[in-house]
């Protein structure tokens, strides 16, 4: 383990509680858990370097690293707004009016999916495919929070909350 790793302590110590879940030789299993502690601590966002310093500590190639981080919507690869915001738009929520809701927080928010507010205060991810939650379509996850069964002034109460 290289002293120039840039994983602070913290970040260090939750890697070694996830790969204790797992059996010796299997730590690739705990790079989703490393990811979101690094992601976390990197004001919302994966770099390069960070990736790198996740496969040196865990001993694996980095593209094993890189498959993870760019391959699920968990993880973002440029810095984004303090607050994430993603509508889901599948078939139950587009059904119920998540189309609808979309527009509302574009224009709310003036910015597109895959932007954040001019202050950084919010992240609206690119369309999600489906949060698991159709039963209470539509809806968002805030900060990985579900709000759901939305209309128009529960989203405005919702993002008015966030700092």
Do not use: W
């Not at 990197?42 to 690293?65: H, K, S």
């Amino acid at each position: 383990m290289s002293a120039s790793l840039p994983l602070s302590d913290h970040v260090k110590a939750e890697i070694e509680l996830l790969k204790a879940r797992f059996p010796e030789g299997k730590q690739r299993s705990a790079v989703i858990g490393a990811l979101i502690a690094v992601q976390h601590e990197n004001e919302g966002f994966l770099t390069a370097e960070l990736m790198n310093a996740v496969a040196e500590y865990l001993d694996l190639p980095p593209i094993q690293v890189y498959e993870v981080g760019t391959f699920y919507s968990m993880y973002q690869t440029r810095p984004v707004g303090r607050h994430n915001v993603a509508i889901c738009t599948n078939i139950s929520c587009m059904l119920r009016g998540a189309d609808n809701i979309v527009a509302h927080v574009e224009k709310k928010l003036g910015i597109t999916l895959g932007e954040s507010t001019p202050d950084g205060r919010i992240y609206l991810k690119r369309e999600e495919e489906c949060l698991a939650a159709c039963c209470g379509a539509p809806m968002m996850m805030v900060d990985h929070k579900y709000h759901e069964n939305l209309t128009n002034a529960q989203v405005d109460h919702i993002l008015d909350a966030l700092d």
